[in-house]
């Protein structure tokens, strides 16, 4: 999960395409080692209703989870942004230079002259005085929520067919048909993102989260 970036007036999606793959990616493995677990020459529908509710409660408790941790992590990264703040305008124009280059990525660094990163240090200079502590904003609750939703909302797809369907190995084939689409699809939107083929990758994905799910499995998650 990465946090919405520090700053006074920053600007942000409340989710970029990797951090919603990830957390669809997540969801789908959590809910695969449930479904995965049944037996369909031996489950009943008691098995399909223990399994859905431990499906549903473990994601539910997940979302939760990182929705929290996704908000801590926004306060500690605004909290980083102030405190590189008040320490470029407490320093003198030398150390000032270095914090700003410090905080940015090597890259973009590397390409700034000095008299641009003075440019920034003086504009850091102008805006209002900054609060003494790093509060969450809007946008930062909204992420959390979104994180929550993505994790939760992720889980119905692949257990819809249990609910609908009174038979165990037609559910369970379509609900891995679901799952499958799903990673495939997750998998096209990081290859894009990222640059590499989207076709392989989704296929990748498909793969990676499956094996994800079978160690979960074994591993008796």
Same mark, same amino acid.
């Given at each position: 999960?990465?946090?919405?970036?520090?700053?006074?007036?920053?600007?942000?999606?409340?989710?970029?395409?990797?951090?919603?793959?990830?957390?669809?990616?997540?969801?789908?493995?959590?809910?695969?080692?449930?479904?995965?677990?049944?037996?369909?020459?031996?489950?009943?529908?008691?098995?399909?209703?223990?399994m859905?509710?431990g499906?549903?409660?473990?994601?539910?408790?997940?979302?939760?989870?990182?929705?929290?941790?996704?908000?801590?992590?926004?306060?500690?990264?605004?909290?980083?942004?102030?405190?590189?703040?008040k320490?470029?305008?407490?320093?003198?124009?030398?150390?000032?230079?270095?914090?700003?280059?410090?905080?940015?990525?090597?890259?973009?660094?590397?390409?700034?002259?000095?008299?641009?990163?003075?440019?920034?240090?003086?504009?850091?200079?102008?805006?209002?005085?900054?609060?003494?502590?790093?509060?969450?904003?809007?946008?930062?609750?909204?992420?959390?929520l979104?994180?929550?939703?993505?994790? /939760?909302?992720?889980?119905?797809?692949? *257990?819809?067919?249990?609910?609908?369907?009174?038979?165990?190995?037609?559910?369970?084939?379509?609900?891995?048909?679901?799952?499958?689409?799903?990673? /495939? *699809?997750?998998?096209?939107?990081?290859?894009?993102?990222?640059?590499?083929?989207?076709?392989?990758?989704?296929l990748?994905?498909?793969?990676?989260?499956?094996?994800?799910?079978?160690?979960?499995? *074994?591993?008796?998650?």
């Amino acid at each position: 999960m990465t946090p919405s970036a520090p700053g006074p007036e920053s600007k942000k999606r409340v989710l970029d395409p990797v951090e919603r793959v990830f957390e669809i990616l997540f969801a789908l493995i959590m809910v695969l080692g449930f479904t995965g677990s049944l037996s369909v020459a031996e489950a009943g529908r008691d098995d399909i209703r223990t399994m859905l509710i431990g499906a549903l409660g473990c994601n539910l408790a997940w979302g939760i989870i990182d929705g929290v941790m996704y908000l801590m992590a926004c306060l500690a990264e605004k909290g980083r942004g102030l405190k590189t703040l008040k320490a470029v305008r407490a320093a003198d124009p030398a150390e000032a230079h270095r914090l700003i280059t410090d905080a940015l990525p090597p890259l973009i660094a590397s390409l700034l002259k000095p008299e641009e990163i003075e440019a920034v240090n003086q504009r850091l200079r102008q805006i209002p005085e900054p609060p003494d502590y790093a509060r969450l904003g809007r946008e930062d609750w909204m992420g959390g929520l979104g994180v929550f939703l993505l994790v /939760f909302l992720s889980t119905f797809p692949v *257990v819809i067919p249990f609910m609908v369907m009174t038979s165990v190995a037609p559910a369970l084939l379509v609900s891995n048909a679901i799952a499958i689409f799903m990673l /495939f *699809v997750t998998g096209i939107m990081y290859g894009r993102y990222a640059g590499w083929h989207p076709f392989g990758v989704g296929l990748l994905m498909v793969a990676i989260g499956a094996a994800l799910a079978a160690l979960t499995r *074994v591993l008796g998650g």
